[in-house]
């Protein structure tokens, strides 16, 4: 019997058996509520699938509509079945997808491989909607050489920073440094006014509490930060065990990647379609 919601290898392929399929979900996904033919004008227009062409047209001026335009997959010569595929195995994924797996399972080259991984993340940038609540922000550190300085200041290290609603979505970025100019406009431009932020003493958050917030440092007891320290150590464990190194220039879109997949993990609507509903619309 199959468990409740779930969207496995043999779902996948059920309702997506073939190329045809693919594009007809899409053009379904796209123009569901298409009231009007942009050709003829007609209400409630039918649109019939064109041989040999990746588009539909209108049966009664005969108006062409190509459902892989305007999206990731325009101009695409891989199939959109393996498409489909790649974005599967992201939903399906809580670490993520590297290029050497996507090239090995799709059996196509590592360049498109990776071109293909990057276009998916990239359409997975989540909204803007400011936190609230109780906020807990932390920077971090990513990258860099595994010998010679630690810490801050070390040679090749990336700055993160993040903050994360207890219990609730998370916001993370690249930044070029963590002074106190270069993150407390992040901070108001990404936290409701009078939000209760935890952050841990390092001096660069002094005086964010003559802002609109609440400030409260971590103390070891009741104030603490262990949302967002915990989801930076899952984050660089998945990275690590999934990808082994990613460069400072793509860096944010695996950020993104992860920040969608942790924001939508409550909905009761299926990883795949949500990922699909964000990637064609």
């Given at each position: 019997?199959?468990?409740?919601?779930?969207?496995?290898?043999n779902s996948?392929?059920?309702?997506y058996?073939n190329?045809?399929?693919?594009?007809e979900s899409?053009?379904?996904?796209?123009?569901?509520?298409?009231n009007k033919?942009?050709?003829?004008k007609?209400?409630?227009?039918?649109?019939?699938?064109?041989?040999?062409?990746?588009?539909?047209?209108?049966?009664d001026?005969?108006?062409?509509?190509?459902?892989?335009?305007?999206t990731?997959?325009?101009?695409t010569?891989?199939?959109?079945?393996?498409?489909?595929?790649?974005?599967?195995?992201?939903?399906?994924?809580?670490?993520?997808?590297s290029?050497k797996?996507?090239?090995?399972?799709?059996e196509?080259t590592?360049?498109t491989?990776?071109?293909?991984?990057?276009?998916?993340?990239?359409?997975?940038?989540?909204?803007?909607?400011?936190?609230?609540?109780?906020?807990?922000i932390d920077?971090s550190?990513?990258g860099?050489?595994?010998?010679?300085?630690?810490?801050?200041g070390?040679?090749?290290?990336?700055?993160?920073?993040?903050?994360?609603?207890?219990?609730?979505?998370v916001?993370v970025?690249?930044?070029?440094?963590?002074?106190r100019?270069?993150?407390?406009?992040i901070?108001?431009n990404?936290?409701?006014?009078k939000?209760?932020?935890?952050?841990?003493?390092?001096?660069?958050?002094?005086?964010?509490?003559?802002?609109?917030?609440?400030?409260?440092?971590?103390?070891?007891?009741?104030i603490?930060?262990?949302?967002?320290e915990g989801?930076?150590?899952?984050f660089?464990?998945?990275?690590?065990?999934?990808?082994?190194?990613?460069?400072?220039?793509?860096?944010q879109?695996y950020?993104?990647?992860?920040?969608?997949?942790?924001?939508?993990?409550?909905?009761?609507i299926?990883?795949?379609?949500?990922?699909m509903?964000?990637?064609?619309?």
């Amino acid at each position: 019997m199959k468990a409740k919601n779930r969207f496995g290898i043999n779902s996948f392929l059920e309702k997506y058996p073939n190329e045809d399929v693919c594009l007809e979900s899409l053009f379904k996904l796209r123009y569901w509520n298409l009231n009007k033919c942009p050709g003829c004008k007609i209400k409630k227009p039918k649109y019939y699938r064109v041989r040999k062409r990746k588009s539909f047209e209108c049966g009664d001026c005969g108006h062409q509509i190509y459902p892989m335009a305007g999206t990731i997959f325009e101009g695409t010569t891989l199939s959109l079945h393996k498409w489909f595929y790649a974005i599967f195995l992201f939903s399906v994924s809580k670490n993520g997808v590297s290029a050497k797996e996507l090239e090995r399972t799709l059996e196509i080259t590592y360049k498109t491989a990776w071109r293909l991984g990057h276009q998916i993340r990239k359409a997975l940038r989540d909204n803007n909607t400011k936190l609230k609540g109780l906020v807990e922000i932390d920077e971090s550190m990513y990258g860099g050489k595994s010998h010679g300085k630690h810490g801050w200041g070390a040679e090749g290290k990336v700055v993160l920073f993040g903050m994360v609603e207890r219990g609730g979505n998370v916001r993370v970025k690249v930044v070029p440094n963590r002074q106190r100019e270069t993150l407390f406009p992040i901070i108001t431009n990404s936290v409701k006014e009078k939000s209760l932020v935890h952050t841990d003493n390092y001096k660069g958050y002094y005086g964010l509490g003559l802002h609109t917030f609440k400030h409260r440092k971590k103390d070891g007891k009741k104030i603490h930060i262990n949302s967002m320290e915990g989801y930076w150590g899952n984050f660089k464990k998945s990275m690590l065990g999934t990808h082994t190194s990613v460069s400072p220039k793509h860096l944010q879109k695996y950020l993104d990647e992860f920040q969608f997949r942790h924001n939508n993990r409550k909905e009761v609507i299926k990883m795949f379609d949500l990922m699909m509903y964000r990637i064609a619309v």
